[in-house]
């Protein structure tokens, strides 16, 4: 045993009197391949004791069980037909019986939405578009469909199981957006006392419109929660969440509101669709929403889709399990049995090492975050600026944590539903990316929390926009900018900064570090024009050339100056620096820099150049920092992904989308820790992990996919 590892088999082991989802770290999910009546194959030789055998075969700690789906029922049900390859046997009681030999939790998947079989038996349950129209596999939260959930739940609680995963809980991924029924229309005018909006309006019926939709998904979640608890208390109850980047306001959840439905927060990474980026986002986002609840992270364990037959290397699968770890959440890894109900044994194989060495790490997850910087969500701004072009405001946010992360900076998400000084006040910065809608409350909140001492960041268009998404006079943060709104630059994305070399002289000189001076670097986003009121300001803005008759004119290159780049002020006893264009933006688009992230982090070090822990090291490489408090050491988790070049074969001109490579294999890195308070010794986990410490400098040389530094500060 490492000495790490002794340092670390001193925190307690986890106490067998919590529920599940708070003391287990990683679980499996199973369910079939589509939904067929039509053949005697379909899910015909599924049974319990395989899926539980291959789950204890790949160390899972808890299982999801598909038991309710779009058509059928896969235990002895008398509300929902069940699936009639299985005859009269009991797929539930199976898994059941062979899952208390190990001790092995048994959770119950149960789908709502897209319920094919419910929509046709029951016209009366189904949403409607504004024009009346029934909206395909989609089922109104305030009709009669929940009773119906309800007794699929009675029939379950019946069974010895751990708790339920509630699937589905959206309004549609794409319009129509639903609901104009009968019912939602007449608990509309009781609410508000008029006519719901006959469309997407955007004004204060809309408004209204949209608050009903969120507290109508509320209502059915939480109505279900409460008739499980009245049955069995003891029973845990999730939710599919979505409520994060990139979905928006048309899936009819907000962040924090939707966040708080069920014990625990579970949302799905999958990099096949939202990128490598996304697990640390989404694992941020579920930890701001609920910042000291649990959280669920859900991925695949196919390399496209969750109905494909692939299976991802084991590399590929430790880079997405341990970040979800690393960051505090559970993972859970989604298996489709094949057609016929049998399971793929190379997947319980490989998703074995993944979560062996998972288990042999346990000590080293579930600690305090010790985060720089607060990466502020507003969802007013998704909602009212981004409308259906949602990109306007999230590719700012998406590409601040992507350049954070790759620039080494660890932080935490802000959440404007839930935000509080004391919130605020956990940050060293916090950071607003183009954050465009900004309420009064806010602004207050802000202000004092700079007045406090505290350090703020903001990009694009922050605060030039009222709350109903329209542009304003004057930005509601002027007084803690030190500047005046001039006009903005909404027309055209292509809009420029450029930094002189006479900065290297003065003040300005670290806005330079590996950024070319003299050199208009393109950003890609909205702009605005500050004139400084006692701000300091360095640097150029530029918008570009037009010119009507060129089919590239909204990629033009830079024509002239219309405002400085870069504002610096200092408010009581914090400091605020103001970007008016959109590098957040740039650097998750198709026409990226490391100039973009290098700005940002430029900015980062200004307002906070002394961070607890300072990591140089590759850009592919995550860091995660964590502090066990009663230890009194640091955890700098470090998650290395690397895979070959990408490549598409999207048709011409029809796209570009090129999926996220694979990682097949751990990459040697070196790294480089500079801890600024005093420490007595530091180890890493892994064996073969070299380490030597030079004062306060440790330098690292690792070849794992996770590593974790273990760094035992003075007393």
Request: proline letters at 6%; charged letters at 20%.
């Amino acid at each position: 045993m490492t000495e790490s590892q002794q340092v670390l088999q001193q925190i307690a082991p986890s106490d067998e009197r919590l529920p599940w989802y708070r003391r287990l770290l990683v679980g499996i999910e199973v369910g079939p391949t589509g939904a067929n009546d039509k053949d005697p194959i379909y899910m015909a030789r599924a049974t319990g004791k395989e899926i539980v055998r291959n789950f204890i075969k790949a160390s899972a700690q808890y299982a999801v069980v598909f038991m309710k789906d779009q058509n059928f029922a896969y235990y002895n049900s008398q509300v929902a037909r069940q699936c009639p390859n299985l005859g009269q046997r009991d797929l539930l009681q199976e898994c059941l019986g062979e899952a208390k030999r190990h001790r092995l939790p048994v959770i119950a998947y149960v789908q709502v939405q897209y319920d094919t079989s419910s929509w046709l038996a029951h016209p009366e349950w189904r949403m409607k578009d504004s024009g009346g129209k029934d909206i395909p596999g989609r089922l109104c939260y305030n009709s009669g469909y929940l009773g119906f959930i309800q007794q699929v739940l009675e029939e379950l609680m019946a069974y010895d199981i751990g708790g339920f995963h509630i699937d589905m809980l959206d309004f549609g991924f794409f319009p129509p957006y639903g609901c104009w029924c009968e019912r939602c229309q007449a608990a509309f005018r009781q609410e508000y006392g008029m006519d719901m909006p006959s469309g997407v309006t955007w004004d204060e019926a809309w408004e209204k419109m949209l608050e009903f939709r969120y507290n109508s998904n509320t209502r059915f979640c939480r109505e279900l929660q409460a008739f499980v608890r009245s049955r069995r208390p003891e029973l845990s109850v999730d939710f599919n969440y979505h409520g994060y980047p990139p979905f928006s306001w048309w899936v009819g959840q907000r962040p924090v509101q939707h966040g708080q439905n069920g014990d625990f927060v579970t949302a799905e990474g999958l990099p096949w669709v939202f990128g490598h980026t996304n697990p640390s986002l989404l694992s941020l986002f579920m930890s701001g929403v609920s910042p000291d609840g649990a959280m669920q992270g859900v991925t695949s364990r196919g390399v496209y889709d969750y109905h494909d037959f692939t299976v991802r290397p084991v590399a590929e699968m430790k880079w997405e399990v341990f970040t979800y770890l690393a960051h505090g959440a559970l993972c859970t890894v989604v298996d489709k049995a094949n057609y016929d109900g049998t399971l793929d044994a190379v997947a319980y194989e490989r998703l074995g090492e993944v979560f062996g060495e998972a288990l042999a790490k346990r000590h080293c997850f579930g600690h305090k975050p010790v985060p720089e910087v607060g990466l502020y969500y507003s969802h007013r701004t998704r909602d009212w600026f981004g409308r259906e072009d949602t990109t306007k405001y999230m590719a700012a946010f998406l590409g601040a944590h992507k350049a954070l992360m790759q620039a080494h900076i660890p932080m935490g998400f802000v959440m404007d539903e839930n935000v509080s000084l004391e919130r605020l006040s956990e940050f060293p910065v916090v950071y607003l990316p183009n954050a465009a809608v900004l309420t009064e409350q806010e602004v207050t909140l802000l202000d004092e929390y700079v007045r406090k001492g505290g350090n703020l960041l903001v990009t694009g268009l922050t605060g030039c926009y009222d709350r109903y998404g329209q542009p304003q006079e004057r930005c509601t943060l002027e007084v803690l900018l030190g500047a005046r709104l001039v006009s903005v630059f909404t027309a055209h994305n292509d809009n420029y900064v450029r930094l002189p070399k006479e900065l290297a002289k003065g003040k300005g000189r670290f806005l330079l570090k590996d950024i070319p001076p003299d050199w208009a670097m393109l950003t890609f986003g909205a702009i605005a024009v500050l004139e400084p009121k006692g701000a300091q300001a360095f640097g150029e803005l530029l918008i570009a050339h037009r010119s009507q008759d060129n089919p590239w004119m909204n990629h033009m290159s830079p024509d002239k100056v219309v405002g400085p780049a870069v504002l610096l002020h200092r408010h009581g006893r914090g400091k605020v620096v103001c970007l008016p264009c959109c590098p957040d933006a740039a650097f998750i688009g198709n026409y990226r820099m490391p100039e973009h992230r290098n700005l940002i982090r430029n900015l980062i070090r200004y307002l906070h150049p002394k961070p607890p822990v300072l990591v140089n090291a590759p850009a592919n490489v995550e860091i995660v920092v964590t502090k066990h408090e009663t230890r009194n050491c640091f955890l700098v988790h470090f998650l290395c992904f690397a895979g070959p070049p990408t490549a598409t074969a999207a048709e011409f001109p029809k796209g570009r989308r090129v999926l996220p490579t694979l990682m097949e294999e751990a990459m040697p890195y070196e790294a480089q820790v500079t801890v600024n308070i005093p420490f007595s010794c530091v180890t890493a986990f892994n064996r073969d992990t070299k380490i030597a410490r030079k004062g306060n400098l440790i330098r690292m040389e690792a070849s794992s996919v996770h590593e974790v530094l273990i760094i035992r500060l003075c007393q």
